[in-house]
């Protein structure tokens, strides 16, 4: 049985720091592209990072400010968040995807950034 379970979200003030954390079980983690996906009340889900054995890639609204990070060990992936703005609230989802189109979805962590 596949679970992600996201976990680290909450409040914070702007300019703040989170780290995001998503436990992964029942398949196996090192052979997947984990990413961290962010979805904002009434707006499309849209990818915030992506991590695989050849580094992580960000968008550009979170270059400088994000870091993803993985610990194969502990079939674990990250996402360290500086800086937040009151534009990064939304939920986060992580999400594992194989070079064969299997994708898995968690069920997303709220971050919300305010004053």
């Known amino acids: 049985q596949v679970q992600l379970v996201e976990s680290g979200g909450g409040l914070v003030q702007p300019g703040g720091s989170l780290r995001l954390s998503c436990a992964a079980s029942?398949?196996?983690?090192?052979?997947?592209?984990m990413s961290w996906y962010r979805q904002a009340l009434g707006k499309e889900r849209e990818l915030v990072a992506v991590?695989?054995?050849?580094?992580?890639n960000y968008a550009d609204f979170v270059k400088g400010r994000f870091t993803i990070s993985r610990d194969n060990a502990k079939n674990t992936v990250y996402l360290q968040m500086n800086s937040l703005k009151p534009e990064d609230t939304a939920v986060y989802y992580c999400?594992?995807?194989?070079?064969?189109?299997?994708?898995?979805w968690g069920q997303g962590t709220q971050v919300t950034v305010s004053s």
């Open positions: 991590i695989t054995s050849a580094g992580g």
């Open positions: 999400s594992a995807s194989s070079s064969w189109d299997q994708r898995y």
């Open positions: 029942g398949f196996t983690f090192s052979s997947y592209a």
